[in-house]
């Protein structure tokens, strides 16, 4: 009788020594210094009524160019706040309050921008909701952002830019309300909006 044998051979593997990956890294916020001209004052100076003037006044608008530097490349928004508005007061959205003394209301006031530019390059203020314009002025509206396009003449197409030197020139359009054979006592324009610029990466 032969006898057959059967080897069975079983592999043992060993443990595999590994090793871990970690991917670590902080996003730091762009540190941004905001140089507002005149502290961001607009001073109309000292205004008189014309005689037989009455309704809406129109002042000369005043135009001053704002500046923001970024420590490090960063995309910039305004959201600006009225901070005299007045619940009930028909002024329509896009404008700000000019304050007043109790319930008599001075007027208003249009926040535009215009000549916007980072580094350099010129680019488009939007404004959510608002047309866009090339030229000329483009209206802030109150709790609304405006951020900045680039051109399509500039790149592939047009979208939002990121940059370093931010420059703006923001003009201060205001109207005073004054009613028919309406005697005013002296009073100051007392107009006051936050401009909240957020920045991201």
């Known amino acids: 009788m032969?006898?057959?044998t059967s080897l069975l051979s079983v592999g043992c593997l060993a443990a595999m020594?590994?090793?871990?990956?970690?991917v670590i890294g902080e996003?730091?916020?762009p540190r941004c210094e905001i140089i507002a001209p005149n502290s961001g004052v607009y001073d109309f100076g000292r205004i008189s009524r014309s005689s037989g003037t009455q309704g809406w006044i129109n002042l000369p608008?005043?135009?001053q160019s704002w500046r923001v530097k970024c420590s490090s490349a960063?995309?910039?928004?305004?959201?600006?706040?009225d901070n005299?508005?007045?619940p009930g007061a028909d002024m329509g959205a896009a404008y700000f309050s000019l304050g007043g003394n109790?319930?008599?209301t001075l007027g208003r006031y249009l926040l535009g921008v215009s000549n916007a530019r980072i580094d350099q390059m010129a680019v488009i203020p939007q404004t959510s909701g608002q047309p866009t314009s090339r030229s000329g002025i483009t209206t802030l509206v109150p709790g609304v952002r405006t951020r900045w396009l680039v051109p399509e003449n500039n790149v592939t197409r047009a979208g939002s830019s990121a940059g370093r030197l931010f420059s703006v020139d923001i003009t201060v359009s205001p109207r005073l309300t004054l009613h028919d054979n309406e005697a005013v006592e002296a009073m100051s324009?007392?107009?006051?909006?936050t401009l909240d610029f957020t920045f991201g990466i």
């Open 102 to 104: 109790g319930t008599r």
């Open 27 to 29: 996003i730091a916020s």
């Open 189 to 193: 324009l007392d107009g006051s909006a």
């Open 84 to 86: 005299r508005f007045r």
């Open 2 to 4: 032969v006898g057959a």
């Open 17 to 22: 020594p590994s090793g871990e990956v970690k």
């Open 61 to 63: 608008a005043i135009t």
């Open 74 to 81: 960063a995309y910039m928004d305004i959201i600006p706040q």
